[in-house]
């Protein structure tokens, strides 16, 4: 499985554009990418899932560049509720055998101030 | 629309005792089930999970163990609890046929507290 590195924390101010890098340098060519979000005392909820170019949806876009070795996550103009864990995670269920093992890395706290 | 329970919500146990915590999903068949754990301030580790009745993975060895005697119910115990057992106990799901992309759906959690 592919290992993720992501920025441990990050601070922003409501209204802005946040933009959450993942780096995935051994990303295999089954491998899809994925972004979760937690709230503090709840379970990850699923924000995002791309497997190459740009993908948004009503919450959030994920850019993936054609070497597909990082992702972005962006978040835009966020809000005080957007404060939380950000994981980034890269894994192909197939391969796996069917089921879905992702490895959840520490994540990126992302803060958002008044 | 698919459900996922976990109860209790959350334990306070003393060094020692048994521990049963259980999780339910309702809703959908054949389920993929999870059990993870949160220490405080760290990313979910996997402990086990489920492809099926009575199939069971272990991803981490320690003095837990994992059992699903029903379709879609999961259960995560203990014979003794050490104070390393401590943290946020969360079930996950996710649908059992996989083409490529998937999501896991998560439970309410149980915190849990060794003492």
């Known amino acids: 499985l592919a290992k993720t590195t992501q920025p441990i924390s990050m601070d922003s101010y409501e209204g802005q554009e946040v933009n959450i890098t993942c780096s995935h340098n051994n990303i295999a060519t089954n491998d899809y990418i994925t972004w979760y979000q937690q709230f503090p005392s709840q379970g990850p909820r699923f924000i995002i899932q791309g497997y190459k170019t740009k993908v948004t949806n009503e919450v959030a876009s994920l850019f993936i560049p054609a070497d597909r070795k990082s992702s972005t996550l962006s978040l835009p103009r966020v809000s005080l509720s957007d404060t939380a864990v950000y994981y980034c995670l890269v894994g192909d269920p197939v391969f796996s055998g069917g089921y879905n093992k992702l490895i959840f890395g520490a994540g990126t706290r992302l803060a958002v101030h008044p | 629309s698919q459900t996922i329970h976990q109860w209790p919500a959350t334990l306070v146990q003393p060094v020692g005792s048994p521990l049963s915590l259980e999780c339910t999903v309702e809703g959908t068949s054949n389920p993929n089930l999870y059990w993870y754990r949160q220490a405080a301030g760290r990313g979910l580790q996997l402990l086990f999970y489920?492809?099926?009745?009575?199939?069971i993975s272990s991803e981490v060895p320690q003095n837990l163990s994992a059992s699903r005697p029903q379709d879609r119910q999961f259960i995560l115990s203990s014979k003794k609890l050490l104070l390393s057992d401590s943290g946020f106990y969360l079930c996950?799901?996710?649908?059992?046929?996989?083409?490529?992309?998937?999501?896991?759906?998560f439970g309410p959690g149980t915190r849990l507290t060794v003492t």
């Open positions: 996950a799901w996710s649908p059992s046929l996989t083409s490529g992309s998937d999501e896991q759906y």
């Open positions: 489920s492809v099926g009745i009575g199939q």
